[in-house]
């Protein structure tokens, strides 16, 4: 999990990531090209640049269609950066543009990369760690479709209608039920992933499917600081303040799925875990609601799990003990 230095890099080439194009902005020639989004043409045109070796790319994270751009700089040991949207749109609306085209939005991808330090560097990942993500990532997709044609089942007063979503619903939960079982199997015989899972198991109110979304969605969980961890999650407090005026922290952004089953870990924890129950007990003491209790749960559990991970032991305050 590398941190680039900014100031090492003399030379930006920021990728503008569609379907079938790239839009290439050069800095500090501050120029333009266009070629097709395909593994050839990439490595053409960094073949072609000249001190690559003092080169840092960036792109944005763009539903898949970056994965080119990434493969092809890993291949060419040139540092990249997978921008999160919301940032570089942020970074748009200070910079005062509100027009957007491929060409604006390449050059502001540059500027991005100049202006910003401590740029996280993308980390190719193995096989196996992309088959647990996409097979997770199938299995929440299903779980949302069945969510929304159970809630139709409810209200579905024509048999034929209700049938049809009767049968839906049992042939979703089997799929699921599929995917669920090789989830597992591939966790438990990843020796690297079953380590993890059991550490985070350790913590009582952590099951198999919040610790298989976190190996999933949170490969960097372990490797990180409580105030990272509980951040690239959307957990953090963040300060509303002004003069005299304080507003009530609020949380933002971070990686939903893995907070989706951090939600569902915190109603165990409630439950079953003495010391969260303590937690929370002192919280609604001081008047919190229970909204924001559940939420500061999350924030502990995901801390929690970092910690045990990072050092390499079970719990002992929070787990089954």
């Known amino acids: 999990m590398s941190i680039s230095t900014q100031s090492a890099h003399e030379h ?44 840092f790319a960036i792109c944005e994270a763009s539903g898949g269609y970056e994965r080119h751009v990434l493969a092809c700089c890993a291949d060419a040991n040139l540092p990249v950066h997978r921008a999160h949207g919301t940032r570089t749109r942020n970074f748009a609306r200070f910079l005062g543009l509100v027009s957007k085209t491929d060409a604006i939005d390449a050059r502001m991808l540059a500027l ?44 579905a007063t024509v048999k034929t209608v209700r049938l049809s979503l009767q049968r839906h619903v049992r042939s979703m939960t089997r799929e699921m039920e599929g995917l669920d079982k090789r989830i597992a199997e591939l966790v438990a015989t990843t020796p690297a992933f079953k380590r993890k899972a059991e550490l985070m198991q350790s913590i009582k109110g952590i099951g198999p499917k919040t610790a298989s979304a976190c ?43 893995v907070r989706v ?3 569902m870990a915190a ?46 032991q079970a719990s002992n305050r929070y787990g089954a003990v």
């Open 12 to 55: 930006i080439i920021a990728f503008e990531v569609s379907k079938a194009s790239l839009t290439i902005h050069l800095m500090p020639e501050d120029r333009q090209l266009v070629i097709d989004n395909t593994p050839k043409a990439i490595k053409k045109l960094l073949r072609q640049i000249s001190n690559l070796e003092k080169s």
């Open 112 to 155: 991005f990369a100049q202006k910003s330090d401590g740029l996280r560097l993308w980390q190719p990942t193995d096989p196996v760690a992309d088959e647990l993500r996409a097979l997770r990532r199938r299995r929440d997709d299903l779980a949302k479709i069945l969510r929304v044609e159970q809630n139709r089942l409810e209200h």
């Open 215 to 257: 190996l999933a969605y949170l490969p960097e969980l372990g490797a990180l600081t409580k105030g990272e961890a509980a951040a690239m999650v959307g957990l953090a407090p963040y300060a509303k303040d002004s003069g005299t005026y304080q507003g009530h922290r609020h949380v933002a952004g971070g990686r939903k799925d």
């Open 261 to 263: 089953s951090l939600y």
């Open 267 to 312: 109603l165990s924890a409630l439950r079953s875990n003495p010391a969260i129950r303590d937690f929370a007990a002192k919280l609604k003491a001081r008047g919190k609601p229970s909204k924001v209790i559940l939420t500061a749960i999350m924030r502990k559990l995901i801390v929690i799990m970092n910690a045990v991970l990072k050092e390499g």
